[in-house]
């Protein structure tokens, strides 16, 4: 088995790389990319690279993230998230390739009570979760395929929620957090595991995967610095009170009975992957690990 990797200089991306390797695939067979090795907007460059390396499965990570960013360059980012993913949707067909495609909970518009299941009704109110639900529908137009819809995702090779409350905590005791969002954090770590099993299946369709549980932003906030004895006042606002060019969902809560129907196992409970998450940053030994270790040795005394 082959397998390409997009979006490889990313969290989610790197995670996957990490966990094909640790099946013990060989590095020959794991072609991680990122924009300099392959822009997934010239369709050429991607039917070329996919027809040399005719890969088994394309995990396609690669995205527009910046989400306020969005708002403001349109053509840009539906350039990414909708022509890239065209493209290598039309070179997995030709190489008869499965394409695991990940989306996102920005493709609802957070108005229902409950959680939204798979087939619930699109209404996406930013540039970024229009561009990825026009991605979806390219990629439901090939039959060997996995949608997947994530949220408020956390790895060690990037930016994310966690590493800037932690930064935050060095020059701050009060934060103002956003507390009428709902949904779930994603640990890469554990998705790249359920992605990687998905792809060994061929139980195509559409999915809901991230960590069990729900909190708001700043339920989230205050557990990250409970868990590592900081001590941080955290305030919690509405939305009203942080505006942001681009429109969040306050309801992202996202139903995983996809996964339970076709047998995959649910992602661990989110405060144990929040947990998991900060020994791994000791690990990495970065200046959140400063933070981490000198506030766990306080809570020692």
């Known amino acids: 088995m082959k397998y390409l990797v997009t979006g490889y200089t990313g969290q989610l991306g790197y995670d996957i790389v990490q966990e094909l390797k640790k099946r013990g695939i060989s590095d020959n067979d794991i072609y991680p990319t990122g924009s300099v090795d392959m822009d997934i907007t010239d369709s050429s460059a991607v039917k070329n690279k996919v027809m040399a390396i005719k890969p088994d499965v394309i995990f396609h990570n690669a995205a527009w993230t910046n989400v306020d960013g969005a708002e403001d360059n349109y053509e840009a980012c539906e350039k990414v998230n909708y022509l890239g993913t065209k493209n290598l949707v039309e070179a997995a067909r030709d190489v008869g390739a499965k394409i695991v495609y990940i989306s996102t909970d920005y493709v609802f518009d957070g108005t229902k009570e409950g959680l939204y299941e798979i087939d619930d009704k699109t209404n996406p109110q930013s540039v970024y979760g229009k561009t990825k639900y026009m991605g979806e529908e390219i990629v439901r137009s090939y039959p060997n395929h996995f949608i997947v819809r994530i949220s408020w995702v956390f790895g060690i090779n990037g930016k994310n929620f966690i590493r800037t409350m932690l930064k935050l905590s ?132």
């Open 170 to 301: 060095d020059i701050k005791d009060e934060l103002n957090v956003v507390c009428d969002q709902v949904g779930s954090p994603t640990y890469t770590v554990d998705l790249a595991r359920l992605l990687v099993d998905m792809a060994s299946t061929n139980k195509y369709g559409t999915y809901h995967a991230n960590n069990e549980g729900f909190c708001s932003w700043a339920q989230f906030a205050q557990y990250i610095f409970e868990s590592n004895n900081i001590d941080m006042k955290v305030n919690p606002i509405p939305t009203s009170e942080y505006p942001q060019k681009a429109k969040r969902p306050l309801n992202s809560k996202l139903s995983k009975q996809s996964l339970d129907d076709n047998g995959f196992k649910r992602l661990p409970v989110w405060m144990d992957a929040v947990n998991r998450y900060c020994d791994e940053l000791i690990k990495a030994n970065g200046e959140e690990a400063k933070i981490l270790i000198r506030n766990r040795k306080g809570s020692e005394k």
